[in-house]
């Protein structure tokens, strides 16, 4: 088998291999992050387009167009992996990076035409964007522009999470498994503050179990399972009331489970 | 295209006070005028990119502290966010505009702005998705991540899952990088952003030999009101758009291959071309279509001349593009008939009621809960409208002066059309801004709206050009005054401001919950109701609940709710009508319904934009907000289990009802 010749396509196929291998392998979201996009939005649209257009400068033009293909490819790739049901992690890594090897491979194959000495003498060296003038004092603006834009985030992001309008002690009774008369009774605190909470409940008015001290911090939950002594057929309503800090005169919240039947 | 082409048509002015006045308006809107494009000056290096940055920094600070007062109500909040939006987008524009800017510096100020808008939009919402279209493409990629395969049902948005290309990738990023899909999605759009300005910037540049010309459009574009949300949405149309501008880029590269020596390279291109089409035929319909169409009129524009060399081409990709979009519709069983056909038949109904004046109009800045928008805010999109409307006119026939085509008035009797080998594309962007009409008529129609925001999107890439062309070769031309140019930014910087206006309002603060109303009606105690359900009862159950719990239960409830565009049954009557009769327990037994969710919070107030449920529910539960013992009536049934209880929600087990009464 023929060596790979040009020294980009070397280097392409190493950071598509790597890429995938990271993206399979590693627990490091940032490293994964950077694979994983450059899997998905450059690597195999360079590969084709060194095989499609083999002289063409690396130019902003040609930029914009290698991220597009990669995206086209990458779409199309998964209608392909679909079929297969492999839309996972491991899927996607070998599908794009096979796809990357085997369009540099191909590329490889079309030899580069070596240009005219004076096509070479004319040609200038293009990058995607002109590169040059970039001052010290440009650069600490920019660096405060950076930072400034990480602290706008912080603010937002502090504030999204901060963000709580209502609070809500949430009280629920469900079905426990297979068997119609096995419940799972839970509470869960989404207040600003501990509470004590009692619960009660009670099959067609008669309280058959009671828990009188549920003490929750914010965000903790109790739950409980329940077997109701009841016969397995229909129409037994057991209900549950929750009630809150004491206070037995109101009754906090409702629910309720027709007993010995199941859906 | 080679070969003149003339035509003579309508009568001519003749002498005479009226015909100098004629004589006077064509040439300000430019008749028969030469557009000499001037590139003011070169400048070098980055010039003020830096300083724009940090200004643009700066705006973007101020409004992440408005966003975070507005979600505390605090009085300060809209003030801060207008003045940060002013702060990124005045020296932005005052720079696009000022003589001596060097390319690089304008192409970067385009980026600039146009992710700051995007950094806007994800301020608003930074941990989450937020935005009504956002929940209904996140249940699509959610579903493809869950089951590992393409076109599974999604009952918010059934066409959704059979345009998944969005969702691929986004899933592809998510799975390789182990990120959220939230967040994969949210960079993949970045990408996409710099992706479309720099094409667009690229093609505009290609069209007229000046970086001020594309840099001048595309931040007209930038001013269109849905590129500041609407375009940057985990939607489908959001990426629609960027594969849009990379295929006409494209077309544009191979029109240059094809005029040049390097036909090799153009047939290189081919494969690109193909792949793309392809990619936005599974991306989105609308978009796909208009594809289709911009190349088959661009084909039909360029046969109108035998002898041109591009027309095999040029028919050639109109094909490759009506193959794409068709074939992928084929393919997918022709979904968008019976999903688009009745809004544009409804839209246009509407709209000829309007011209006949035979119908109600939507009345403009006034929101669907009445509340108008500020009055500053008027004027400024006002401004902005006949700043648009005077950039056409002055742009119009300069524009098609670009491309070649000039209308002349020839010896004082009679109008000429000279066609010297013009421009295909250049006079399609052009006629493209006579959709602008149109999609303004159609945006005061209760129906038509939507129809006339997605028309304005495709109507703004000639606009943009248009206006572009008008203020460098009429407004500002060669001249290197800074009043003149501190006059136009001003104008762009209207136009921009007014985008963000129509844009976002009247959300574009965060502010406490309201009812019905997207974004501000998604908060965490609806949030854990969801993953509730998730939890507790297992996925995939069908609810009927309001609009925004569909949302919260699909995706973080991985639930399947019940809406009339999935199933044809409307279940509004279910959970708003006082007493439990046949109808409710009919809808309940044929739509399926497992369970009910019920939010209190409906009963405090109108629905926000209009709907509790989806567009064309009953107006009669519109005239008060549901009482809650219509909601609760399900209490009263013994057969009936109540699960869940937070207080503000409420969970009703109907599956003993499902059986047929």
């Not at chain 1, 360079?46 to 995206?71: D, E, N, T």
């Not at chain 1, 912080?154 to 009774?173: G, K, L, P």
């Not at chain 2, 001596?100 to 970067?108: F, I, N, T």
Request: include cysteine; aromatic fraction near 8%.
């Amino acid at each position: 088998m023929r060596r790979i010749s040009s020294p980009d396509l070397k280097v392409l196929i190493a950071a598509a291999l790597t890429s995938a291998a990271v993206a399979v392998g590693s627990s490091d979201i940032v490293l994964r992050a950077l694979c994983g996009m450059s899997l998905v939005s450059f690597l195999p649209g360079y590969a084709a387009m060194r095989l499609l257009r083999p002289q063409a400068a690396f130019s902003l033009s040609y930029a914009i167009v290698v991220v597009g293909v990669s995206f086209g490819l990458c779409i199309a790739g998964g209608l392909a992996l679909q079929l297969v049901g492999a839309m996972n992690s491991a899927g996607w890594a070998i599908l794009l990076s096979t796809v990357t090897v085997a369009l540099a491979v191909a590329a490889d194959r079309v030899s580069m035409p070596e240009l005219p000495a004076s096509q070479i003498a004319e040609t200038p060296p293009q990058t995607v964007v002109a590169t040059a003038g970039v001052t010290s004092k440009q650069t600490a603006l920019l660096a405060a522009s950076l930072l400034t834009v990480g602290c706008a985030f912080w603010v937002a992001r502090d504030a999204a999470i901060a963000r709580q309008e209502f609070w809500a002690t949430e009280f629920w009774m469900v079905p426990r498994g297979e068997s119609p008369i096995a419940l799972t009774l839970g509470v869960r605190n989404r207040e600003q503050a501990p509470a004590d909470y009692a619960v009660e409940l009670t099959l067609e008015g008669d309280v058959i179990a009671a828990w009188r001290s549920i003490r929750l911090r914010p965000g903790e939950s109790w739950t409980t399972p329940i077997d109701l002594p009841v016969e397995t057929h229909a129409g037994r309503r057991a209900e549950a009331q929750l009630f809150k800090n004491n206070d037995r005169q109101t009754v906090y919240r409702r629910v309720w489970a027709d007993a010995g039947r199941r859906n | 295209m080679d070969g003149a082409v003339t035509a003579t048509t309508g009568p001519a002015p003749t002498d005479g006070i009226g015909a100098r006045a004629l004589r006077r308006v064509l040439q300000i809107i430019g008749v028969g005028q030469p557009a000499d494009i001037a590139e003011l000056g070169a400048g070098s290096g980055w010039g003020l990119l830096a300083h724009v940055c940090l200004t643009a920094s700066i705006g973007l600070l101020l409004i992440a502290i408005a966003q975070a007062g507005g979600w505390r109500n605090s009085p300060w909040s809209e003030t801060a966010y207008w003045i940060g939006t002013a702060t990124i987008v005045l020296p932005a524009a005052t720079r696009i505009t000022w003589p001596r800017v060097a390319r690089q510096e304008r192409l970067g100020l385009v980026l600039l702005l146009g992710l700051a808008f995007y950094a806007v939009k994800i301020l608003y919402s930074p941990i989450r998705f937020a935005h009504f279209d956002e929940f209904l493409h996140w249940a699509t990629a959610i579903d493809i991540m869950d089951r590992q395969h393409l076109f599974s049902s999604n009952s918010l948005l059934p066409i959704s899952p059979l345009y998944p290309a969005l969702e691929i990738l986004t899933t592809a990023l998510a799975n390789l990088s182990g990120m959220s899909v939230f967040a994969s999605g949210m960079l993949l759009l970045a990408v996409g952003r710099v992706l479309f300005l720099s094409a667009i910037f690229l093609l505009f540049e290609g069209m007229t030999g000046s970086s001020r010309v594309a840099a001048l459009a595309c931040t007209v574009f930038m001013a269109g009101s849905n590129f500041s949300l609407f375009e940057a949405q985990f939607a489908y149309e959001s990426l629609a758009f960027v594969l849009l501008a990379l295929v006409l880029l494209t077309d544009a590269q191979m029109k240059a291959a094809h005029e040049t020596a390097e036909r090799s390279a153009g047939v290189g291109l081919w494969p690109v071309a193909g792949l793309l089409l392809l990619a936005l035929a599974a991306t989105h319909h609308l978009t796909a279509y208009f594809a289709a169409l911009f190349f088959t009129l661009l084909a039909v524009l360029e046969a109108l001349h035998p002898g041109s060399p591009d027309v095999r081409r040029r028919v050639a990709f109109a094909l490759l593009s009506l193959l794409a979009a068709f074939g992928w519709s084929s393919a997918m069983g022709n979904p968008t008939a019976g999903y688009i056909g009745p809004v544009f038949e409804q839209g246009f109904q509407e709209l000829y009621r309007l011209l006949s004046a035979h119908g109600p109009a939507r009345v403009p800045f006034v929101g669907e809960d009445g509340i108008g928008m500020p009055r500053w805010q008027r004027g400024t999109a006002l401004t902005a409208m006949v700043l648009v409307c005077v950039g056409l006119a002055t742009g119009f026939f300069r524009a098609l002066a670009v491309a070649n085509l000039r209308l002349l008035v020839a010896d004082g009797r009679r109008w000429k059309i000279a066609a010297q080998g013009f421009d295909s594309g250049t006079v399609l962007l052009t006629l493209l801004t006579l959709a602008f009409p149109l999609s303004v008529l159609l945006r005061l129609t209760k129906s038509g709206w939507e129809i006339g925001s997605r028309l304005e999107t495709y109507a703004y890439l000639g606009i943009g050009f248009v206006v572009a062309v008008a203020i460098a070769v009429f407004w500002q031309g060669p001249s290197q005054c800074r009043v003149r140019a501190a006059g136009v930014a001003a104008a762009l910087a209207i136009m921009l401001m007014a985008g963000a206006i129509l844009g976002w309002a009247p959300f574009a603060v965060a502010s406490r919950y309201k009812v019905s109303a997207d974004s501000l009606s998604i908060e965490p105690v609806g949030i854990d109701a969801a993953e509730w359900t998730r939890r507790w009862l297992g996925s995939g159950n069908r609810f009927a609940t309001d609009r925004i719990n569909r949302l919260l239960l699909a995706t973080y409830g991985r639930q399947t709710p019940v809406t009339t565009l999935q199933s044809g049954i409307d279940t509004s009557h279910v959970l708003f009508a006082t007493k439990i009769a046949s109808d409710e327990l009919d809808a309940i037994h044929y739509a399926g319904i497992d369970y009910l969710l019920v939010d209190m919070r409906l009963t405090s107030a109108l629905p926000t934009l209009g709907v509790y449920f989806e567009g064309g529910e009953d107006a009669a539960i519109h005239a008060n907000p549901p009482a809650a013992s219509a909601l609760l009536k399900f209490n009263a049934l013994r057969q009936v289990g109540r699960p869940f209880d937070n207080g503000m929600m409420v969970i009703y087990d109907v599956r003993s009802l499902r059986a047929p009464h």
